[in-house]
């Protein structure tokens, strides 16, 4: 079930982080309240949302193997 699950929840949250990127990108290259500007901020916003809600559910996903990586780590 997780595997599945994380086979469908990885490509997606590769894809929101590169339109993040890009949004990111027109934002800060764009000229100010260029047409493109005006559609990549709400696009930022609301990727944003979606980046967290999926970085969350990977890392629940993930939860042991991220457990067991600070487990093995000596301070």
Do not use: C
């Not at 929840?9 to 990108?25: D, E, H, R, T």
């Not at 260029?34 to 709400?42: G, H, Q, R, T, V």
């Amino acid at each position: 079930m997780k595997q599945t699950a994380l086979k469908i929840i990885n490509p997606i949250l590769m894809l929101s982080f590169f339109v993040q990127f890009i949004a990111v990108g027109i934002l800060v290259l764009g000229e100010k309240g260029s047409a493109l500007n005006k559609i990549a901020f709400p696009l930022h916003q609301l990727n944003g949302q979606i980046l967290l809600v999926l970085a969350v559910i990977h890392l629940i996903y993930n939860w042991n193997w991220v457990k067991a990586m600070f487990k093995g780590a000596k301070s």
